[in-house]
């Protein structure tokens, strides 16, 4: 099974794709010099291909848009390694069946033909963390998230990438960080901000998987 790590923003900005490029590879360079590990990283956004397709890189002026699906290669000193995969996607929209479920059980399930059409609501209770209804209501007001995915039992190399590009988007939106298929190692980490998760996920990739890995 793959490992999912979403993206809540709490603003509208849609950031540059070569921001979070650019900003997942400082990180990741920031992983490797702190643990004394002399090798390059390079991260390089594409767009995902069928077989016999070019490759093609994303254009550094390129915006993220809803829909967008990419790949980010991480490439160490020359040489790519393995790759996840970072979308942008809307939120789930209430349709028909919720409010006929609404009304056919009296309220107690579904939601009320008045949110015909609204984006599901995230609650409170779906993180970790207490947030505030403040927070509740940033987050509720995007219609948009992240995904980034890598391959299950995918190499160290991309398992430790994909949790610098949640960190970097999340860093752009103000955004929190959440994941429900066992991306974390522990409970606890659902909500976070890029600077709260920031403290320890680089140590707890390292202390998995060793340094070879990124040699």
Not at 114 to 141: V, Y
């Amino acid at each position: 099974m793959s490992t999912t790590i979403d993206v809540y923003p709490t603003t509208d900005y849609l950031p540059l794709v070569e921001e979070t490029r650019s900003r997942t590879q400082e990180l990741y360079q920031q992983l490797l010099d702190r643990y004394g590990i002399h090798s390059t990283v390079e991260v390089k956004a594409f767009y995902p291909r069928k077989p016999g397709e070019e490759l093609r890189y994303v254009d550094p002026a390129t915006r993220w848009k809803v829909e967008m699906d990419l790949g980010f290669a991480y490439l160490i000193n020359g040489k790519w390694r393995a790759s996840s995969w970072p979308s942008l996607w809307e939120r789930s929209r209430i349709d028909q069946p919720w409010v006929d479920d609404y009304i056919q059980s009296g309220g107690e399930e579904g939601y009320p033909p008045s949110m015909l059409g609204e984006c599901w609501p995230i609650e409170a209770d779906e993180f970790d963390l207490p947030l505030s209804d403040e927070d509740m209501r940033l987050l509720n007001a995007q219609p948009h998230m992240w995904h980034d995915i890598r391959n299950f039992s995918g190499p160290a190399v991309s398992s430790t990438g994909y949790g610098f590009v949640a960190a970097a988007l999340a860093e752009e939106t103000h955004g929190r960080v959440a994941s429900y298929d066992c991306a974390f190692p522990c409970r606890g980490h659902n909500g976070e901000t890029a600077e709260q998760f920031l403290t320890w996920w680089g140590a707890e990739q390292m202390n998995f998987y060793g340094k070879e890995p990124f040699l």
